[in-house]
């Protein structure tokens, strides 16, 4: 008898449970759904799906498998030993999967057997990678009312509103209490800064400090929550979140003139408390809701408020990939934008690949993205009056019956005109085409020469390379001499291209520098191309034109089309050896501005163009049709002339589908363009076209948009905007109260305002947040009275000192056993800046102050900070009115940690920095108000205590103490008072918050 060693006998063991397992399973062909559907979602799908597609290997699809990666078919239905797929995952070391477990022995006989069974794979059936589990998380759970905890009598006294109960409990878990209340003066200062964004003056504060009404803080409250000032306040932290601005942003950063409706519309709506569904369903909708309103289409700015990249969207042809790029990011932009500020999720993360972390999956990224499809940032008329919009949509209504009228009867006329008309119609047509906008006769003219040999050049230089089929010279016109047509054009010349400005290396694309060329008068010369990338163009005059007793070099316009004959050379900068710079008639810009001179045939065929046109017409028309068309047609003028009486209508930048098309810039009319599932983000592999709809991440709230016509453009929006305020959806309830929470405290209680996600902080009072948002939401959604809820409370009220117990048991003070001391931000403090020294202006809306001086507006601008002097500005209003650029931020905000305006930004970031106090010290706002400030005080009193005495309490609204008035009377006997102003303004206590 042979005994073996219990290893051996192990192995054999594990060789016939094997053995058994791989019989067992080739006894019935494995259900594809139940058993091989689960191996591939669990351990390759992740990386072989239609989306990253690694090694050109999609399994999500029967098509997918079958059409194999770059190593060639991986299955073989019917012969496992062909299939590819076994080979990747058997073996000691399996080649896959990559990442994670490899396969199990019952796993590999499953798929062994599926295939020797013919590798059976239903066609309807798609496997999706496996959500992360997904909606037992925080923030997607139902949101309800939670009953306020139970206390001890001795917290309960200290209750004054809900919020007390929750933070009280809390911190009765670690042994702490709320801190002592903080006094009266600096309580009126953190609730006039909080709630209106300006100091209380000493009058306002001597008045609340000597108050004996009990209600004396509560009715402080309601005056300021009443304050127009209010608005300007909160309005400035909804438009960090959206990241507002009045500019462009990316390398041009051009002038946005009419961002501003934008932000007045932000500041009435919080003015006038609207409850928060309809301020969210207004910014994404309100020109669907209310049109004719005059807040329906300026509210649409939210969607828009990011930047435009000018060259992407206007400059580059619609036919290249550059443009889907462009518009691929900048649908991205909104879809950020909307759903960080609103639900506080990181959806712009699925871009690539399915959110790493959220059950937010490719499709349901690019389902937003679709929502977005038919509108692009531009520039929207509207009526601020309803009467003038209902009267002026009732005059277009009755301009286009009588134009449809009018166009049916001509239709019916014209066919009976047959080929001779439509013959005619088109040779009309070319002929209009080529005099629209040509009138102007003159162009670019060179210095004047004594000798023909000179060379003179002139250029094109565009930002980036274009794609170009055609450059078409034509020649100026000028009676000087009378030498008409053709006025100083060369006689030799030519034409090279160049990678760089300076042509070290050109590339001759027409030479005629040998012989002399025929004067062309009135006939364009062109230069046929194959399409050819062009990034500088320059002409070389090698042999000039002669005048008299003189030379020149003289061009009427240089045009370069692009495919399509659409001509691009307004793009681009001209510059020359020389110039005689004499407008209207000659200077560089004329060259690009596609007016120049047409013989006086020209004008002579066309009249008899439209002659033999009409004359046709008539014939074909009887006495009756004729007085029709009269008829129509003078309704058709009555209309546009009562049209031009109404006012003019207003502008604003915002969410649109209709606007004047600019260079390769044309709207959608209404029409959502396609939008498709990328493979890992990437423009040049689509996938899928996808429809709109939104995330299915929320319990009972389906991300199906549920619309009855998928391609109303308007509808989508809508179906999004109440989707987002759905009483169900709880993420958007629980995140603005987070927000009104972080601008009163300091601190969120959820401290990544726009991250509810799994890589979000967790809220560290999560029933007070539910408490809050559910009361919000059923409640009226008053943002005021969620601010009353909040500053009424004990914890608000609280000092801010610190103390030995709370600080070792709870540092960094999340439990809020004391209240946060908290640095003022930039605006608040230029603004109370601005009141103390007596400047400032309270008119409020209307365009941004500039608070630069402005150069090449046209071009890239240049916003010049320095040559700007406040001193001598006509205004000076709250710096919510500010200008604000993207590309070249005010220097003095910048340095006060101002919001930077092409970031999102649901959290400032606060710093201290030398730089912060030389700002505060020595920038020329600052030496300019100290100075207006010392003048307001001095007119009031002689005496240097007084004086001081004043300063203190308009700046920091206390007395100072001795030790202070001795340090600031020595300084003013030496240096004067605006030096001492300067110094109390750049104060520790002047820009925080007790």
């Known amino acids: 008898m042979i005994v073996l060693p219990p290893f051996f006998v192990s192995r054999l063991f594990c060789l016939a449970l094997f053995l058994t397992i791989t019989v067992s399973a080739t006894r019935a062909a494995p259900d594809f759904k139940e058993q091989v559907a689960p191996i591939l979602q669990q351990h390759c799908i992740r990386c072989h799906n239609d989306s990253t597609k690694d090694g050109g290997l999609s399994l999500e699809t029967k098509q997918g498998a079958l059409a194999g990666g770059e190593n060639g078919r991986i299955l073989t239905p019917g012969v496992a030993e062909e299939s590819l797929l076994l080979d990747y995952v058997i073996g000691p070391e399996p080649e896959m999967p990559k990442k994670g477990e490899p396969l199990n022995e019952t796993e590999i006989g499953i798929l062994r057997n599926w295939i020797k069974a013919g590798a059976v794979w239903p066609a309807e059936h798609r496997i999706q990678e496996a959500q992360l589990n997904d909606h037992d998380w925080w923030s997607f759970r139902p949101l309800s009312q939670p009953a306020l905890p139970e206390l001890p009598d001795k917290e309960q006294k200290q209750v004054r509103t809900p919020v007390d109960a929750f933070l009280l409990a809390r911190l009765r878990e670690k042994g702490l209490t709320f801190s002592p209340p903080a006094d009266r003066r600096t309580l009126i200062r953190r609730i006039y800064f909080d709630l209106i964004g300006l100091p209380p003056t000493p009058e306002e504060i001597e008045q609340f400090v000597n108050d004996p009404d009990p209600r004396a803080y509560e009715l402080l409250v309601d005056r300021l929550l009443a304050s127009p000032r209010y608005g300007e306040r909160w309005a400035r932290h909804w438009l960090d979140v959206v990241h507002y601005a009045d500019t462009h942003g990316y390398d041009k950063d051009k002038l946005r003139e009419n961002a501003w409706p934008y932000r007045d519309y932000v500041i009435r709506s919080l003015n006038e408390d609207r409850p928060y569904a309809q301020f969210i369903q207004q910014q994404l909708a309100g020109d669907v809701l209310r049109p004719h309103s005059p807040d329906g289409v300026p509210a649409t700015g939210f969607i828009v408020a990011g930047p435009f990249d000018w060259v992407g969207q206007i400059e580059i042809n619609e036919k290249l990939i550059e443009k889907k790029i462009t518009r691929n990011l900048d649908r991205d932009d909104m879809v950020a934008t909307v759903m960080n500020s609103t639900v506080s999720l990181t959806v712009q993360c699925a871009r690539c690949h399915n959110h790493k972390f959220d059950p937010i999956s490719q499709e349901d990224y690019y389902g937003l993205q679709a929502v977005f499809a038919g509108i692009d940032r531009a520039e929207r008329s509207y009526d601020g009056d309803p009467e003038t919009a209902r009267r002026r949509n009732s005059l277009l209504a009755e301009q286009a019956r009588a134009q449809q009228q009018l166009q049916d009867l001509d239709t019916l006329i014209i066919k009976r005109g047959g080929t001779d008309l439509t013959r005619l119609e088109a040779e009309l047509k070319q002929a209009m085409k080529a005099k629209q906008g040509q009138d102007v006769e003159y162009g670019y003219h060179s210095q004047i020469d004594k000798s023909d040999k000179t060379p003179k050049w002139v250029q094109l230089n565009f930002k980036q390379p274009l794609t170009v089929d055609k450059i078409t010279l034509i020649p100026a016109f000028d009676n000087y001499n009378n030498i008409g047509a053709g006025f100083g054009f060369p006689r030799r010349f030519k034409l090279e291209i160049s990678e760089t400005s300076d042509f070290k290396s050109p590339i001759v694309i027409a030479d005629h520098t040998q012989q002399d060329f025929p004067n062309p008068k009135s006939r364009h010369i062109d230069i046929d191309l194959k399409p050819q990338k062009i990034q500088y163009l320059r002409m070389t005059a090698t042999k000039l034109a002669p005048r008299s007793n003189d030379f020149i070099f003289a061009l009427g316009e240089i045009q370069v089309l692009a495919p399509g004959d659409q001509n691009l050379a307004g793009q681009a900068q001209v510059t020359s050896l020389d110039s005689i710079e004499i407008t209207p008639r000659w200077a560089r810009k004329n060259l690009i501005d596609n007016k120049y001179y047409q013989s006086l045939e020209f004008y002579s065929d066309l009249a008899k163009l439209k002659q033999r046109r009409d004359d046709l017409l008539a014939s074909l028309s009887s006495a009756e049709e004729k007085k029709s068309l009269q008829n129509w047609s003078g309704k058709v003028k009555w209309a546009q002339s009562q ?58 709230l389906n991300g199906d948009l549920h619309l009855e016509d998928p391609d109303s453009e308007g509808a989508r929006r809508l179906s999004l905007a109440n989707w987002i305020i759905s009483p169900r959806n709880p993420l958007t309830w629980r995140s603005i109260v987070n927000r009104a929470w972080l601008y009163h405290f300091g601190k969120a209680i959820v401290e990544t305002p726009n991250d509810f996600g799994k890589m979000g902080a967790k809220p560290t009072h999560p029933e007070l947040l539910d408490y809050l948002a559910s009361r919000f939401r059923d409640e009226g959604q008053s943002l005021k009275d969620l601010h009353r809820l909040i500053v009424l409370s004990t914890a608000y009220q609280q000092t801010s000192r610190s103390n030995p117990k709370g600080a070792e048991i709870d540092g960094d003070n999340r439990l809020l056993w004391r209240m946060n001391r908290r640095k003022l931000e930039a605006e608040a403090i230029r603004d109370s800046v601005l009141q103390i020294s007596g400047k400032l202006n309270l008119n409020m809306y209307g365009p941004g102050d500039r608070l630069f001086v402005l150069e090449k507006p046209q071009h890239s601008p240049h916003y010049l900070y320095k040559k700007y002097d406040p001193a001598k500005a006509e205004t000076h209003r709250r710096s919510i009115y500010r200008f604000i650029v993207r590309s070249v931020p005010d220097p003095f905000m910048e340095s006060l940690d101002c919001a930077d305006p092409s970031q999102l930004t649901p ?88």
């Open 907 to 994: 959290k400032r970031i606060e710093t201290l920095t030398a730089l912060q106090a030389l700002s505060l010290l020595n920038d020329q706002f600052m030496i300019s108000m100290s100075l207006f400030f010392a003048e307001n005080i001095e007119a009031q009193s002689a005496d240097l205590t007084t004086q001081i005495n004043q300063a203190f309490q308009t700046a920091l609204g206390r007395s100072p103490e001795p030790d202070e008035l001795k340090i600031l009377k020595t300084i003013g006997e030496q240096h004067g008072l605006k030096n001492v102003c300067r110094l109390v303004l750049n104060s520790n206590e002047f820009i925080f918050i007790d």
């Open 643 to 700: 049209l031009e009486k109404l006012p003019k209508p207003q502008k604003v930048f915002a969410a649109a589908t209709d606007f004047p098309a600019k260079g390769n810039f044309r709207p959608t009319a209404g029409q959502p363009r396609p939008v498709y599932l990328l493979s890992r983000g990437n423009e040049k592999a689509p996938i899928r076209e996808v429809a709109a709809s939104a995330p299915n991440l929320i319990d009972g």
